[in-house]
């Protein structure tokens, strides 16, 4: 395993200020962590509120490793938690194809697996080019926390749909067991927004969800239904 330069900056993705790590660390390490749905103190793993992103951001820029993987290390498990866009992938492979990879897939590591984050479809483009080796930014998130950090990641760009935001929010409530308002604090975002992004998963038949998954219905269309 080859460790690769560090050039690439996520800064610019995440759009947050600058803090100095030590102290995000620290505050951090002093606040509560959630482990299977329960409360710990001590222990590094949940940060509600906006310190998770300054939190995040050092992690990514400071903590974080580039490295160079195999593409079949690559463990697809959140790949249910988003959509995969036809148009999309064709615009990004013209530019994997001009450019190369401008930026690395982000990963963590969970029960000895790189579980990809961030690159969903940059991973798909390479895994069709036949890439054999890839390069990854790994991260050290829980289970919730990589769950967050996947809209976290694509904020600034908007690369998340309504109903993507809901499924991951729906994760964190029903199968990680977090009150609302802890997600709401550990996105950033008001309670309100988390209450309609569940509503909207969880009033939406599962075979229109299927179909959107397959791309047979519109994200949009399914709103209308």
């Given amino acids: 395993m080859e460790t690769a330069p560090q050039g690439e ?11 100095p790590g030590r102290r995000i660390l620290a505050e951090f390490s002093a606040r509560f962590t959630v482990v299977d749905g329960q409360r710990e103190r ?3 793993g949940f940060l509600p509120g906006p310190s998770f992103f300054f939190w995040l951001e050092t992690e990514v820029e400071e ?8 593409i079949d290390l690559i463990d697809l498990r959140y790949a249910s938690l988003r959509l995969s866009y036809p148009e999309r992938l064709a615009a990004l492979k013209s530019s994997i194809e001009r450019d190369g990879l401008l930026h690395p897939l982000v990963v963590c590591k969970q029960d000895g697996k790189l579980v990809l984050l961030d690159g969903f479809k940059r991973y798909e483009v390479l895994k ?34 309504e109903i993507e935001e809901g499924w991951i929010v729906r994760s964190l409530v029903r199968e990680h ?17 988390v209450c309609r992004r569940l509503r909207l998963v969880e009033q939406l038949e599962e075979g229109l969800q299927e179909e959107i998954r ?11 239904l």
């Fill in 128 to 161: 069709k080019q036949g890439t054999k080796e890839v390069l990854v930014r790994r991260v050290e998130l829980g289970e919730a926390q990589a769950k967050a950090a996947m809209l976290i990641f694509n904020r600034p760009d908007r690369g998340v749909c």
């Fill in 177 to 193: 067991k977090l009150p609302q308002v802890e997600v709401a604090e550990l996105l950033g975002r008001h309670s309100s927004w």
């Fill in 214 to 224: 397959l791309g047979l219905l519109s994200p949009t269309a399914a709103r209308e």
């Fill in 42 to 44: 001590g222990a590094v």
């Fill in 9 to 19: 900056d996520l800064k610019s993705r995440i759009r947050l200020p600058t803090i």
């Fill in 63 to 70: 903590r974080s490793q580039v490295l160079l993987e195999s």
